[in-house]
């Protein structure tokens, strides 16, 4: 297997996932440059709460403002995605010089699965190899945290399952031809070091890590310091 420059992490929201590439970051992935958000009128004022407040990406910008008004239904098709020109290259160039380090690039956001096809056109034309990482969680506990957290957002009552549901179903099939795992949000709280151990065995990654490091993982998750409802 060659050496993944990009893994997506492919997630519905509220899964773990920030947490997730915290941990990446961790055992030395680039999770890129922290960007201003751009601004993009209600739509801004919407999403402002489905980013992680670091680690965030400049390629963020590319979905707010270009990939998201154009999805319909939440699904941008493959058609669609071969008539948006100018920001493929914007993406190209920023995973570009996001991987020129020599390090793998992780990027993540709710948005990402909705736009797929336009990011596998985007990394077929670079031929680079990547990977990706499907964050999940418990249904009920999942679904509960995006109406907490998304309330008019998410289609209404019983719009959290749907979306879970979704997201669940459909996912897998995204990155069928390429390496991919899930991780649970559940197992990464009470068992973080055989999930480190499974991203790197089904992603073909061999993570150099020390107690230093581990250690400092640990202290991510603990229950008094992981705030997830």
């Known amino acids: 297997m060659d050496s993944l420059k990009v893994i997506l992490v492919l997630t519905c929201g ?20 922290c960007k201003n958000r751009c601004e993009h009128g209600k739509l801004q004022q919407v999403i402002r709460g489905l980013y992680q407040r670091k680690g965030c990406h400049s390629v963020e910008s590319i ?3 270009k990939l998201w008004p ?19 290259n914007e993406a190209i160039k ?5 991987t020129s380090n020599g390090k793998t690039f992780v990027y993540k956001s709710p948005m990402l699965f909705y736009t797929m096809a336009f990011w596998r056109d985007v990394l077929k034309e670079m031929e680079i190899p990547w990977g990706a ?11 509960s945290s995006m109406d907490n957290s998304w309330s008019g957002y998410i289609g209404g009552k019983g719009g959290a399952k749907k979306m879970y ?32 151990a ?32």
């Open 133 to 143: 990482i499907i964050s999940t969680r418990d249904r009920e506990t999942c679904s």
């Open 63 to 65: 979905e707010q403002s």
């Open 14 to 33: 509220r899964t773990g996932s920030t947490l997730l590439v915290e941990i990446l970051k961790s055992l030395g992935m680039s999770v890129g440059a």
């Open 198 to 229: 499974k991203i790197g065995e089904d992603l073909g990654i061999e993570f150099l890590v020390d107690d230093l490091i581990m250690e400092s993982i640990a202290s991510r998750i603990k229950p008094e310091t992981v705030k997830f409802t």
């Open 165 to 196: 549901d979704y997201f669940t179903e459909t996912a897998p099939r995204e990155v069928t031809d390429v390496p991919h795992t899930t991780v649970r949000f559940e197992d990464l709280l009470s068992d973080h070091k055989s999930v480190i």
């Open 94 to 98: 920023i995973f570009t010089d996001e």
């Open 70 to 88: 154009v999805a319909k239904g939440w699904k941008l098709d493959s058609q669609e995605a071969r008539t948006i020109k100018t920001p493929k």
